[in-house]
Nanobody, 125 residues
Framework: VQLQAYGGGLVQAGGSLRLSCVASARTFSRYAMAWFRQAPGEEREFVARITWSSGTTHYADSVKGRFTISRDNAENTVYLQMNSLKPEDTAVYYC???????????????????WGHGTLVTVSS
């Protein structure tokens, strides 16, 4: 599964961005998907995930109520809608697919076997 994330950019605090991640595989619908982020000098951290089966979503506490993950299986795309952005949301955002199809993974990096190159989001104060 090859993943390509895009949609990052520079936005003022309080603004919004929508990230997209397009998968190459026609089997996209069988994979749990997630977004992670890595701020400068920090470790990569979980942001949000969505199951392959029912589309159930889970969020990190730091983004709950502001970010929304969704997927369009017909378009092989997973989205991350980010609202009320804060300077601390500044990071490179990565989309990831579960290591195996038909499994709903959790929130740890090692559970995801396929990664996009990342897209930079910068939130100015």
């Amino acid at each position: 599964v090859q993943l390509q994330a895009y949609g990052g950019g520079l936005v003022q605090a309080g603004g919004s961005l929508r990230l997209s991640c397009v998968a190459s595989a026609r089997t996209f619908s069988r994979y749990a998907m997630a977004w992670f982020r890595q701020a400068p000098g920090e470790e990569r951290e979980f942001v949000a995930r969505i199951t392959w089966s029912s589309g159930t979503t889970h969020y990190a506490d730091s983004v709950k109520g502001r970010f929304t993950i969704s997927r369009d299986n017909a378009e092989n795309t997973v989205y991350l809608q980010m609202n009320s952005l804060k300077p601390e949301d500044t990071a490179v955002y990565y989309c990831a697919a579960g290591a195996q199809p038909y499994i709903n993974y959790g929130s740890t990096i090692r559970e995801y076997g396929y990664w996009g190159h990342g897209t930079l989001v910068t939130v100015s104060s």
